[in-house]
């Protein structure tokens, strides 16, 4: 058995393309009309065939209610790895990104977390030298 | 000035208002990863929120909503109170 995809509910499939591609860097993989919506995938251009993320829709009502509870109290959805967290926090900085924590150093790992803009706070992590 | 004793009476609420001292508008995501890397203060983020609640009835952390987060400010105001009721004798 292997992860193939992880999902991540998103107010909006095609405005979170758009940032998960155009902001982030990942790369597009599925993207299958499934009627009202569409099962839409993307993966790091550094590990294409790894792990996709799907963006899922919020279309069932327990969704929104948790996720919001979730981003009120600044709690990631996930975490990405990143070389350099403070690098990786300067480039999304300049596209825009809005950060609810900056650079933070915890022990092992330096980590920040910023709004996916789609209703999801995302957590980016590496390890200090 | 019951309630500022009673908050300040507690370490892990002391280390908040240390953590706060730092940087303010925190989420209480970073503060519950400051406290338990810092710290070593491994309390659920049910207990913190707990002693935010009473950080914010004495007047000492200011809750405030933006956008769709919660980020909590340090208050040093109502600290004063206690300099006003004793305070330091002056030198000849």
Not at chain 1, 28 to 44: C, K, M, R, Y
Not at chain 2, 28 to 55: P, W, Y
Not at chain 2, 63 to 74: C, D, I, Q, S, V
């Amino acid at each position: 058995m292997k992860i193939t995809a992880m999902t991540i509910f998103v107010d909006d499939q095609q405005k979170a393309l758009d940032f998960y591609t155009n902001v982030l860097g990942f790369v597009p993989i599925a993207n299958v009309p499934l009627g009202e919506h569409s099962w839409i995938t993307v993966a790091s251009p550094e590990a294409p065939d790894a792990t996709q993320i799907s963006l899922e829709p919020k279309d069932h009502p327990a969704v929104t209610p948790f996720t919001d509870a979730l981003v009120g109290d600044g709690i990631p959805w996930t975490s990405f790895g990143v070389d350099d967290v403070q690098t990786e926090y300067e480039r999304l900085v300049e596209r825009g990104v809005v950060f609810t924590q900056p650079p933070t150093n915890a022990g092992p790992v330096t980590i920040a977390v910023f709004d996916d803009t789609v209703g999801n706070l995302i957590q980016i992590a590496g390890m200090n030298a | 000035m019951v309630e500022i004793f009673h908050a300040l009476a507690d370490g892990t609420r002391r280390a908040i208002l240390d953590e706060l001292a730092e940087r303010d508008e925190q989420t209480l995501f970073e503060i519950c990863t400051r406290l338990a890397m810092k710290h070593g203060l491994n309390s659920t983020r049910q207990a913190i929120s707990q002693h935010l609640d009473v950080l914010e009835k004495a007047g000492l952390v200011h809750a405030e909503k933006r956008g769709r987060y919660k980020f909590h400010t340090l208050d040093t105001t109502p600290l004063a109170q206690i300099a006003q009721r004793w305070p330091p004798k002056e030198t000849p």
